[in-house]
């Protein structure tokens, strides 16, 4: 069986490599990759700059054709490592409204949804 994944890919200063690292990452790993900016409020009130964005967060858009726009996300994909936030779309070829995949390190939480109690909990451990 060839190995496919190496968690040692910070020896290498090749970019082909870092991105083979991100690509061929497994799903408890790609999840760190989905963290995203607290905003200042939330930073002071957590002690945290960094969260992995959920489905019920309010995040901002700060980058690209959609900058400035917020709203919530709706889903998250950890395989492609993007974000579908509400009032980001693009239209498609029929007319339609589509949403537009975002990546996370492009938007700043606003609110968190702390309607999960193990969520919660960590990021009390965290403030601590």
Known sequence: MEKKWSRFWKSSTQKRKQRKYVFQAPMHIKHKFMGSHLSTELKKE??????PVRKGDTVTVL??????????VTKSSLTRT???????????ADGSKALYPVHPSNVVIT??????AKRKEKLEAMKK
């Not at 993007?82 to 498609?92: D, L, T």
């Open 46 to 51: 957590w002690n945290i700059r960094t969260v």
């Open 63 to 72: 980058r690209g054709d959609n900058k400035g726009k917020s709203g919530k």
């Open 111 to 116: 609110k968190l949804d702390l309607s999960d």
């Open 82 to 92: 993007r974000i579908f936030v509400e009032g980001v779309e693009v239209a498609r």
